[in-house]
């Protein structure tokens, strides 16, 4: 009925468990005239369809509809669906499919198919899987007419990774649409613990709330974690470690999410997945290409694994896994790239008042001296803001000797121990020569405020 892995469980092959709350949820938006599944490769979608058919004592009928990967003819999808409800009647000849003619006529078709779920009062079921893979602009149009015109005894379950360009809003105005979305496929932690359990899994709490965390609920990375998790002599080392770089992980998001895409969403992924989160402008820095911001709101509408931060929806980040993957295949395919994509995004975060993130890039260009310097100009304003525990892990950042002889590090060390109370454990005149850059033999920079303002203290 739906594409299922056939393999019998075991420690390699994670069984099922019953995730009762959603599928109520899927029960009662099956109420609706039409139900929309829309989520991410490996979010459960399929599974949740076959758990509830199997479901005991449904009474209904039930036409599915397996969409073949890039169908882009609509006559094969027309006869498809017309052949599912004709099989799910028990019409005479259910088991040929109907055969292609050239006077096709997408209208007719469609027309043929409302004919057929009309002819019959039973309660129906018309289920449509991987629709995302149907590019026919043809087909999408006459199947947005056949939803509004559903007989009353006639529902449709639509199951696909991206939204589609199916017009649906008169439906949703009429409450006659019901959608589960990525957010009401995520496991839950509760329901992490018992797959892990199901599996054979024994972890600790907080390893199992350590994968929820990584995987975000992930169906797909979920399974793929047990399957590496059987084999593991140290489970809870390897969940501590456990990434989008992992192997198993890594194969699967090639081949569903990355490799999908075309080359510039491809570049743009890579290139920007070196940042905690990105927003148009500073996508469009780092490819050397405008246009960024609508390809990551076509990435979100897609449920890429693409997160908008903000109601307005100019700032994204990537899933956990996935930014993994992303930054492991970065440094594959751009290597000598790397450093300079970080300066860009140091300066880009400078001139907008994102210190601690453009130190953290100008780190990882392997800029020390730069990096300290930009510590060292900041380091005061990061205190009064209350980050002298940042200044601590920025300081902690710096390898032994990476920096060049030169106030910058202990300025700014001096400053975040001024901010711990490290005045205590010093002479008053240590303190005044650790804090006055003019003991260094440098000229002072009036301009610098964090410089400035540990004069300021130093004075005081």
């Not at 009762?20 to 609706?32: K, M, P, V």
């Not at 669906?81 to 006077?103: D, F, M, S």
């Not at 509408?301 to 930054?327: E, G, K, M």
Request: charged letters at 25%.
């Amino acid at each position: 009925m739906f594409r299922a892995d056939h393999r019998e469980p075991g420690p390699a092959a994670p069984r099922l468990i019953q995730r009762g709350e959603l599928l109520a949820s899927l029960d009662r938006a099956a109420q609706a005239k039409v139900t929309l599944i829309s989520a991410p490769a490996g979010s459960g979608k399929t599974s949740l369809l076959r758990a509830w058919a199997d479901g005991p004592g449904q009474p209904y009928r039930l036409a599915v509809v397996q969409v073949q990967r890039d169908q882009q003819d609509s006559q094969q999808f027309w006869l498809a669906v017309l052949g599912a409800i004709r099989k799910a009647n028990g019409t005479p000849g259910e088991g040929e499919q109907p055969a292609a003619t050239p006077g096709f006529s997408p209208g007719a078709i469609a027309d043929r198919v409302l004919a057929e779920l009309a002819g019959h009062r039973d309660r129906t079921f018309l289920v449509i899987d991987d629709l995302h893979e149907l590019t026919s602009p043809e087909a999408l149009a006459q199947l947005t007419r056949l939803l509004e015109k559903l007989p009353p005894h006639v529902h449709a379950i639509l199951a696909t990774r991206r939204s589609l360009p199916l017009r649906l809003h008169k439906l949703r105005l009429a409450g006659d649409l019901a959608e589960i979305r990525t957010a009401d496929l995520r496991f839950t932690q509760r329901e992490t613990r018992e797959f892990l359990e199901a599996s054979g899994i024994a972890l600790s709490e907080a390893g199992a709330a350590q994968l929820h965390q990584r995987t975000e609920g992930w169906a797909a990375g979920l399974r793929l974690a047990a399957i590496s998790l059987a084999s593991r002599p140290d489970p809870e080392r390897f969940v501590a470690e456990f990434s989008g770089s992992n192997r198993t992980v890594a194969e699967y998001l090639l081949a569903e999410m990355l490799e999908y895409q075309p080359d510039e969403v491809q570049q743009l992924l890579l290139r920007t997945s070196l940042l905690d989160r990105v927003n148009g402008e500073l996508a469009d820095l780092l490819t050397g290409h405008p246009g960024s911001e609508r390809i990551l709101l076509d990435l979100e509408d897609a449920n890429a694994f693409v997160v908008s931060l903000d109601p307005a929806r100019t700032w994204f980040r990537y899933h956990h896994l996935f930014a993994d993957l992303l930054r492991l295949e970065l440094r594959r395919r751009l290597p000598e790239q790397v450093p300079t994509l970080h300066r860009l995004a140091a300066g880009w975060l400078t001139e907008h008042g994102e210190v601690v993130d453009a130190i953290r890039h100008t780190q990882a260009a392997g800029d020390w001296s730069d990096a300290a310097r930009l510590l060292a100009d900041h380091s005061f304003g990061l205190t009064l803001d209350g980050q002298a525990q940042t200044i601590q892990t920025l300081l902690r950042a710096f390898p032994p000797g990476a920096v060049t002889e030169g106030p910058d590090i202990p300025l700014a060390r001096a400053t975040s121990e001024v901010a711990r109370g490290g005045w205590t454990r010093r002479p008053p005149t240590d303190r005044g020569r650790s804090l006055d850059r003019r003991d260094s033999g440098r000229p002072p920079a009036p301009s610098r405020g964090g410089d400035r303002g540990a004069e300021t203290v130093a004075g005081a």
